[in-house]
């Protein structure tokens, strides 16, 4: 298996709700990342998580929770959210930590 | 000195021509240098990546060009097609302090028939 899947492909929330996304690879690799990507923009990295241990929280809102229950496994739990946040969340993974590989993203709608 | 700059923004090729895309840095800890290519609604995917230690590098229609010394690379699509029209993004690492990736700003490509 040489893919990072995501679920749900889109997903609509209140402000009020709690909702997750997840993310798995099986390429063993030992690093995964959250990434969020708003339109006609890069992606900009949120969480860094390196052997199942947080290494890299790029000062993000608390509103947003990562969760690396495995190696293969990787959650990005929401709560609270805002319209702006609003955007394509994306998740890769490496081996290396310089060669990522991407997932095809979760676009999420905060009304 | 952590930015990547890239330009142009967006490019416009006809089909059968070659796309040229520019991205030039500052920090020279950067030591690996990968392009991707991203479809709308789809997340990036790798294309092709450089180290500082070769000026050149190709795989098949792609090759990045690679000046160490003006700080400077550019991505060359040869015989563009219109299956090429995509966002590409230059990126920029530091291996020694692995895992963040320094995207450039993106250029959209359009390949007309």
């Known amino acids: 298996d040489t893919e990072v899947t995501q679920t749900p492909k889109h997903l609509v929330m209140g402000m009020t709700n709690k909702k997750s996304l997840k993310c798995e690879q099986h390429m063993g690799h030992r690093a995964m990342y959250w990434y969020k990507q708003k339109a006609k923009k890069p992606p900009e990295l949120m969480f860094v998580?390196?052997?199942?241990?947080?290494?890299i929280n790029e000062s993000v809102p608390s509103r947003f929770s990562p969760e690396c229950p495995n190696s293969s496994l990787l959650n990005l739990h929401l709560h609270a959210l805002q319209p702006e946040d609003s955007a394509l969340y994306l998740c890769?993974?490496?081996?290396?930590?310089?060669?990522?590989?991407f997932g095809p993203g979760t676009r999420l709608t905060v009304l | 000195q952590q930015q990547v700059k890239q330009s142009p923004q967006s490019l416009i090729v006809q089909k059968g021509g070659i796309s040229i895309i520019n991205c030039a840095y500052e920090n020279t800890a950067f030591d690996y240098f990968p392009w991707y290519q991203q479809f709308p609604g789809k997340g990036p995917a790798l294309l092709i990546a450089?180290?500082?230690?070769?000026s050149e590098k190709k795989e098949g229609r792609f090759t990045i060009s690679f000046n160490k010394s003006a700080k400077q690379f550019s991505l060359h699509i040869m015989d563009s097609q219109p299956g090429d029209s995509a966002t590409y993004f230059c990126?920029?690492?530091?291996?020694?302090?692995?895992?963040?990736?320094?995207f450039g700003t993106g250029t959209r490509l359009q390949v007309f028939p």
């Open positions: 998580y390196s052997y199942e241990k947080l290494s």
């Open positions: 990126a920029a690492s530091i291996s020694y302090n692995t895992d963040k990736l320094i």
């Open positions: 890769a993974s490496s081996l290396t930590g310089v060669e990522q590989f």
């Open positions: 450089i180290r500082p230690d070769v």
